[in-house]
């Protein structure tokens, strides 16, 4: 049986609609891929918690846990585990955007999100959001 990875990642709406995404280093799996900014949850953490604490720590952005709708979720199976991503809704936050990690930002129309090459997990996130917005 496939372990299961959890996974929460969050959508940054700025006042002019435009979504914030990252791209992934080449040197991590799926590396130049952009995709929502997140991470994995840790065993006993809540999904909240985790995109707070990711936030923080790949962004340099400080969000309360109020500030995070459900959005929506997706799952694909990958190299010997299922994983499930849990995406958020965040239009408010402290901070402005740093990339802490060496990976790429940028601020997306939701109409162009598809322009990019995301991972599988975030390609029909980005269109809910898409049609969402």
């Known amino acids: ?4 990875m959890l996974v929460s990642a969050g959508a940054l709406i700025d006042a002019d609609g ?8 080449a040197s991590k799996a799926m590396g130049g891929l952009w995709e929502f900014p997140g991470g994995k949850i840790a065993d006993g953490e809540a999904p909240e918690a985790a995109l707070v604490r990711e936030f ?3 962004l340099a952005l400080d969000i309360a846990p109020s500030c995070l709708a459900p959005f929506g979720f997706a799952s694909e199976q990958q190299n010997g585990f299922n994983l499930l991503m ?28 598809a322009d990019h090459p995301m991972p599988p997990a975030d ?11």
Do not use: H, N, T
């Open 1 to 4: 049986m496939a372990k299961l």
């Open 18 to 25: 435009r979504v914030l995404i990252q791209q992934r280093p």
């Open 56 to 58: 923080k720590e790949e």
């Open 86 to 113: 849990l995406l958020y809704v965040c239009r408010k936050w402290s901070g402005s955007p740093r990339a802490l990690e060496g990976q790429r930002l940028a601020w997306v129309r939701p109409d162009r999100l």
């Open 123 to 133: 390609r029909p996130l980005a269109a809910q959001l898409r049609d969402f917005l």
